[in-house]
Protein backbone atom coordinates (compact mmCIF):
# COMPACT_ATOMS: atom_id res chain seq x y z
CA UNK A 1 0.00 0.00 0.00
CA UNK A 2 1.37 3.12 -0.99
CA UNK A 3 1.83 5.97 1.75
CA UNK A 4 3.06 9.78 2.41
CA UNK A 5 6.89 9.96 1.96
CA UNK A 6 6.57 6.23 -0.40
CA UNK A 7 8.88 6.57 -3.18
CA UNK A 8 7.30 5.35 -6.69
CA UNK A 9 8.28 4.49 -10.59
CA UNK A 10 5.48 6.68 -12.38
CA UNK A 11 5.13 4.76 -15.81
CA UNK A 12 3.69 5.74 -19.29
CA UNK A 13 2.69 3.67 -22.33
CA UNK A 14 4.32 1.06 -20.40
CA UNK A 15 7.80 2.42 -20.05
CA UNK A 16 9.55 4.04 -16.84
CA UNK A 17 9.01 7.32 -16.42
CA UNK A 18 10.18 9.23 -13.55
CA UNK A 19 10.33 8.74 -10.00
CA UNK A 20 8.59 10.69 -7.22
CA UNK A 21 7.76 11.15 -3.76
CA UNK A 22 4.08 10.90 -2.51
CA UNK A 23 4.03 13.99 -0.31
CA UNK A 24 0.08 14.05 0.43
CA UNK A 25 -3.27 11.51 0.00
CA UNK A 26 -6.28 12.81 0.70
CA UNK A 27 -10.01 12.48 0.52
CA UNK A 28 -11.59 13.88 -2.76
CA UNK A 29 -15.13 15.03 -2.85
CA UNK A 30 -16.22 12.64 -4.83
CA UNK A 31 -16.50 9.27 -3.15
CA UNK A 32 -13.76 6.73 -3.82
CA UNK A 33 -11.18 9.08 -5.02
CA UNK A 34 -8.34 10.49 -3.16
CA UNK A 35 -6.53 13.32 -4.08
CA UNK A 36 -2.43 12.45 -4.54
CA UNK A 37 0.06 14.85 -4.17
CA UNK A 38 3.56 14.10 -5.98
CA UNK A 39 6.69 15.44 -5.88
CA UNK A 40 8.44 14.38 -9.16
CA UNK A 41 12.24 13.68 -8.88
CA UNK A 42 13.36 15.29 -11.84
CA UNK A 43 15.04 18.58 -13.05
CA UNK A 44 13.55 20.91 -12.03
CA UNK A 45 11.61 19.29 -9.26
CA UNK A 46 7.78 19.94 -9.39
CA UNK A 47 4.93 18.32 -8.03
CA UNK A 48 1.58 17.55 -9.52
CA UNK A 49 -1.76 16.74 -7.97
CA UNK A 50 -4.06 13.37 -9.11
CA UNK A 51 -7.01 12.33 -8.31
CA UNK A 52 -7.13 8.82 -8.10
CA UNK A 53 -8.80 5.76 -6.81
CA UNK A 54 -7.40 3.66 -3.97
CA UNK A 55 -6.51 1.03 -6.97
CA UNK A 56 -4.80 3.08 -8.99
CA UNK A 57 -2.63 4.48 -6.26
CA UNK A 58 -1.37 0.89 -5.49
CA UNK A 59 -0.85 -0.17 -8.66
CA UNK A 60 -3.68 -0.45 -10.66
CA UNK A 61 -3.23 0.93 -14.31
CA UNK A 62 -5.27 3.59 -15.71
CA UNK A 63 -5.50 6.07 -18.41
CA UNK A 64 -4.79 9.79 -18.71
CA UNK A 65 -5.29 11.70 -21.94
CA UNK A 66 -5.87 8.07 -23.32
CA UNK A 67 -2.23 6.62 -22.03
CA UNK A 68 -1.59 4.13 -20.02
CA UNK A 69 -0.41 5.17 -16.63
CA UNK A 70 0.70 3.14 -13.72
CA UNK A 71 2.13 3.66 -10.09
CA UNK A 72 4.58 0.95 -8.83
CA UNK A 73 6.05 1.32 -4.62
CA UNK A 74 9.77 1.10 -4.95
CA UNK A 75 10.95 -0.62 -1.50
CA UNK A 76 14.65 0.58 -0.89
CA UNK A 77 17.12 -2.31 -1.07
CA UNK A 78 17.98 -4.92 1.64
CA UNK A 79 21.03 -4.00 3.96
CA UNK A 80 23.29 -6.72 4.01
CA UNK A 81 23.72 -8.57 7.39
CA UNK A 82 27.35 -7.59 8.20
CA UNK A 83 28.42 -4.60 9.59
CA UNK A 84 30.63 -1.90 7.93
CA UNK A 85 33.42 -2.92 9.91
CA UNK A 86 33.30 -6.58 8.82
CA UNK A 87 33.13 -5.46 4.90
CA UNK A 88 35.68 -2.51 4.95
CA UNK A 89 39.14 -1.53 6.06
CA UNK A 90 38.62 1.27 8.86
CA UNK A 91 41.77 3.12 7.98
CA UNK A 92 45.25 2.61 7.40
CA UNK A 93 47.70 1.82 10.14
CA UNK A 94 48.72 3.68 12.83
CA UNK A 95 52.09 5.40 10.87
CA UNK A 96 51.09 4.74 7.27
CA UNK A 97 49.44 6.96 4.57
CA UNK A 98 46.42 6.66 2.97
CA UNK A 99 46.43 6.11 -0.73
CA UNK A 100 43.75 8.11 -2.51
CA UNK A 101 43.04 11.26 -5.02
CA UNK A 102 41.53 14.28 -3.61
CA UNK A 103 39.38 15.74 -6.38
CA UNK A 104 38.59 19.48 -5.63
CA UNK A 105 35.37 20.55 -6.81
CA UNK A 106 35.77 23.60 -6.06
CA UNK A 107 37.50 24.69 -8.97
CA UNK A 108 35.88 22.71 -11.47
CA UNK A 109 33.40 25.00 -13.84
CA UNK A 110 30.02 23.22 -15.53
CA UNK A 111 30.69 22.83 -18.82
Given amino acids: MVAENDIVLIYHDDQPMVF ?12 DWFQIKLMLLNLPVQTVTWILRDTYINGSEFTMDGHKMRLEKIEPPQEDDRSVNDSEPSGPEPGQKESGTVISLKDRKPK
Fill in 20 to 31: ARVEDIRPDVKK
